[in-house]
């Protein structure tokens, strides 16, 4: 649904927020309840100094209802503004502020999501020193050599007389010790050196992989083109960290399989006809569902079916690809909203589900979300299958007359009230429900 | 009659100064690098005091302790815990393993001969 159709929807969302009833709005606007119903329900559409009236009640500016602003963005803000509880952030008007301001929005916005990506390296870091193997022994090697030379020096510094046997073997040891030392030190240093500075910078390998796609648009010219999955990888991820690269070539091996299975040409000519349906094109072209989501994602912009999101995950649940809507962002870190058919289908394999959803708290914006899990490899003697599910997101509901149920984006920028889902509290204020 | 303390710890410098210094005291130190060799030793004679390396070749300290707390020859003897690794978990580890005392390396010889005083009087 475009943007501009959602305008009675994003009134209405303005009218619950400032806890106005339908007719005190309309009795203000000198409009019947009934017309403004219509009107919320984006069955009539407004403009003209009705517009103008409604945002003056509503205390917003009319674009803020025309053309609302992006869910991404919003959900950036709230969770700027949950960071920051004690700055007294006026939550509720968020969309006033993003509508108004676009261009500090999205500066706060790009700040929080700095934020969150240096949260991420400082978190990373702690954890390879509280776990990686190599710097734990080195570590262990330094505090040892150090002990021994403290003592040993303790020993030596002590007033009185030393035996000369014990001097000579303390000399020594210490002399032992500190080049025992120097050698470690020179060890930790270069294996902390040799780690790829970009990794520091971009977090995890995997989201300096969803930032090459993300600039990329999600399609891969070469990859279609025939070009070799490596070389490819080379070529653009270039600038990535060793482990990147690795799963950048993965990624890419990945697509080039589906490419050559569902050729550019053919698929651009078959949505014209199929849309964003995943199932039939799948039939087309005699492919899994999964592999027709991934292909849907990766068209080009300009794709006649129009864009689709796509989402990823493995059985824990952890995204290996992310590719958002405006309307819907999916979270970086994986504190998901486990409302998401995504999960569902996990528990469901080889069930194809599809479900309209719509962001909680926003009027505007549903999607039709289409999810499958099926093994991410193929079978083995006695091996239990690991699943992988995907979630293709589309703009708009394809069944008509469908409600479409309320999911998150994270718990704590939701405000769904009782939800059964719920694992921490909304920045709103709802309880976890018991 | 001396003391006797049994010293595991897999470092040839940290043994040689620890052996001077407690010997100085005038105790008896048995040392041994290998956690696997330490175990029968101290079966065969029971000492006053364990000092004790975690990361040890052949058997970690934790399970070298949770042994000799098994074994009703040894549950009584304190040990004193010696790790480069001071982090709460490995502190906690070492107290559900049954340790007396703990040190994280590293320390100086005065807490080191302070801890040993201690558990060799309070063992008495």
């Not at chain 1, 299975?261 to 899994?288: E, H, I, W």
């Not at chain 1, 990766?298 to 689709?308: D, F, K, R």
């Amino acid at each position: 649904m475009a943007r501009d159709t959602l305008t009675g929807s994003r009134i209405r969302e303005r009218r619950i927020i400032l806890e106005m009833k339908q007719t005190e709005l309309a009795q203000e606007a000198g409009i019947s309840a009934s017309y403004l119903n219509l009107i919320e329900h984006n069955r009539r559409r407004i403009g003209g100094k009705l517009l103008l009236d409604l945002a003056d009640i509503l205390g917003v500016e009319p674009s803020v209802l025309t053309e609302g602003a992006e869910a991404a963005l919003i959900a950036s803000l709230r969770v700027a503004a949950l960071h920051a509880r004690e700055s007294g952030a006026e939550v509720d008007r968020l969309d006033e502020f993003a509508g108004r301001f676009p261009g500090w929005a999205r500066l706060l916005a790009d700040g929080q999501a700095r934020i969150e990506t240096l949260e991420r390296s400082v978190e990373a870091l702690s954890d390879r020193l509280a776990h990686d193997p190599h710097l734990a022994d080195a570590l262990h090697e330094m505090l040892s050599t150090v002990t021994s030379i403290r003592s040993t020096a303790s020993i030596l510094a002590e007033p009185g007389e030393l035996d000369p046997e014990w001097r000579r073997r303390f000399h020594r040891n210490i002399h032992e010790d500190s080049a025992r030392l120097a050698e470690t030190s020179r060890a930790i240093a270069s294996y902390l050196e040799a780690e790829d500075k970009a990794a520091s910078e971009s977090g995890t390998p995997q989201e300096e992989v969803d930032k090459l796609l993300e600039a990329a648009d999600y399609h891969i010219a070469a990859l279609d083109a025939g070009e070799g999955p490596e070389a490819v990888a080379a070529q653009l991820g270039a600038q990535l960290s060793a482990a990147a690269r690795g799963l950048l070539v993965r990624s890419f091996t990945r697509y080039a399989r589906d490419a050559a299975a569902m050729p550019l040409g053919k698929v651009l000519d078959a949505v014209v006809g199929t849309g964003t349906d995943p199932l039939a094109l799948a039939q087309r072209f005699g492919t899994d569902p999964a592999q027709a989501m991934r292909r849907l994602a990766t068209l080009p912009p300009n794709a006649p079916c129009g864009q689709v999101g796509l989402a990823i995950c493995d059985a824990s649940g952890v995204f290996t690809y992310r590719k958002p809507l405006p309307d819907f962002p999916i979270p970086r870190f994986g504190a998901d909203c486990p409302l998401w058919p995504l999960f569902a289908a996990l528990s469901r394999p080889m069930s194809v589900l599809s479900r309209a959803l719509q962001s909680a708290g926003r009027q505007g914006g549903a999607v039709t979300a289409i999810a499958f899990a099926q093994p991410s490899g193929p079978p083995q003697i006695n091996r239990e299958p690991v699943f992988e599910a995907h979630m293709m997101i589309a703009p708009g509901m394809s069944r008509a007359g469908e409600s479409a149920e309320e999911v998150g984006v994270t718990c704590r920028i939701c405000p769904r009230r009782e939800c059964p889902a719920r694992r921490e509290p909304s920045l709103l204020g709802d309880p976890i429900a018991g | 009659m001396a003391k006797r303390v049994m010293l595991i710890e897999d470092e040839p410098n940290i043994i040689e100064a620890i052996s001077f210094i407690l010997s100085r005291e005038g105790l008896d130190v048995e040392t041994h690098a290998d956690g696997t060799t330490a175990n029968d030793r101290l079966r065969a004679r029971v000492p006053d005091l364990v000092i004790l390396d975690v990361m040890l070749p052949g058997k970690s300290g934790y399970d070298i302790l949770r042994e000799l707390r098994e074994d009703t020859a040894t549950a009584g003897v304190p040990v004193l815990m010696l790790t480069a690794r001071g982090q709460s978990r490995d502190r906690e580890m070492a107290e559900r393993s049954g340790v007396s005392a703990y040190m994280t390396k590293p320390f100086s010889n005065a807490e080191m001969l302070g801890q040993v005083r201690d558990l060799l009087a309070s063992a008495v």
